[in-house]
């Protein structure tokens, strides 16, 4: 296994299984021997095409920042990317020969990074073509379609803007398309989905916004180590007082309870913190509507920030110990 894995420790990479392997029912062991069994009887390393639209590549950045596996792990012994504009070395004719020639040979894995303008082409253009074009036409010969991040899963930051931007489901529509929303992709979302596929040839379990349950199956709010003050109507007012400091952040604009993501239990930066436990309210980035209808971020008079007060005040969030 060590050979298969190339520079993944076999605790970190068991460590890694963990999320991945409790949704397909096996235990961590079984999921990593069959990734081992996969990779080996694989006649080649699967193909990835990224295209970027309308984006600040902040989702190649927290790809790239992945430790578990390593980044240059993961693109160089797991996967084979022929077309990646900001990682790729080639540019001009030589790059956009390498894109024709892998979308001509098909079967491979499509991840889209950005948004798609609607409103006009001309707001994003690659290689003087159409961004949408090239988006309809790798989605046309892709074996797997992945939108990396809030900007390809829903519009993201530029739908608050005119472009008319929308999210690759928007474009494609016959085929399923795996949004991992948040902004940036949390890079453990982005592997454990691609693992997912090349396990078991299959798109994971979605949700009715086409995002995988097992990254998305439960409100922040409710495993957030402030709900207790929530519950209290505790809020947090200033962030200058230490008797506030572990209060509830929904006066400073907090989407948590409208939010459906495991950034409280997975974390960010390998595990070291998330947005609520630095101190700043969650922004809704994993959901449709971010970032125009969370706005403004750090005051509780969005559109979603009094509804959730709506719905606080009609009981339908009740404390969390009643749920249990
Ligand atoms: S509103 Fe935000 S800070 Fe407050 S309990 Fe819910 S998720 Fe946590
Ligand atoms: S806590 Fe909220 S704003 Fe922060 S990354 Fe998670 S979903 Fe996005």
Redesign the pocket.
């Known amino acids: 296994m060590n050979r298969l894995l190339g520079e993944i420790s076999r605790r970190d990479f068991m460590k890694y299984c963990a999320t991945t392997a409790a949704v397909l029912g096996l235990s961590e062991l079984e999921f990593a021997t069959r990734v081992s069994e996969v990779l080996a009887a694989a006649p080649a390393k699967p193909p990835v095409i990224w295209l970027e639209g309308q984006d600040c590549a902040g989702c190649s950045i927290s790809f790239a920042g992945s430790l578990n596996p390593p980044f240059a792990s993961m693109i160089l012994d797991r996967v084979s990317v022929r077309y990646h504009e900001t990682i790729m070395a080639a540019s001009g004719h030589v790059a956009e020969a390498a894109y024709h020639e892998a979308v001509e040979a098909g079967g491979f894995v499509l991840g889209v990074e950005g948004s798609i303008p609607t409103a006009d082409d001309r707001f994003c253009m690659v290689g003087g073509r159409p961004f949408r074009e090239m988006v309809e036409e790798a989605g046309a010969k892709a074996a797997a379609i992945i939108a990396v991040g809030a900007c390809a899963a829903y519009g993201g930051i530029p739908a608050a803007g005119p472009t008319g931007a929308v999210g690759v489901s928007k474009i494609i529509k016959d085929k399923p398309v795996i949004n991992l929303?948040?902004?940036p992709v949390?890079c453990d979302h982005l592997i454990g989905t691609i693992l997912y596929y090349l396990t078991t040839g299959s798109v994971p379990p979605l949700d009715k916004l086409g995002r995988p349950k097992m990254y998305f199956g439960e409100l922040?709010h409710d495993n957030c180590r402030r709900r207790s003050y929530f519950d209290n109507e505790q809020f947090l007012t200033d962030w200058n007082d230490p008797a506030q400091k572990n209060w509830c952040l929904y006066e400073k604009g907090c989407?948590?309870p409208d939010?459906y993501?495991d950034?409280?239990v997975r974390r960010?930066n390998d595990g070291l913190n998330?947005?609520?436990d630095c101190g700043?309210?969650?922004?809704?980035?994993?959901?449709p509507g971010?970032y125009a209808e969370m706005s403004p971020l750090y005051t509780a008079e969005s559109e979603r920030s009094l509804n959730i007060m709506a719905r606080k005040a009609a009981g339908l969030i009740p404390p969390l110990k009643e749920k249990v």
Not at 280 to 287: H, L, P, R, S, V
Request: charged share 10%; hydrophobic share 40%; aromatic share 12%.
């Open positions: 929303p948040t902004c949390h922040i989407k948590g939010t993501a950034c409280p960010w998330f947005c609520i700043a309210g969650c922004m809704g980035c994993a959901e971010f």
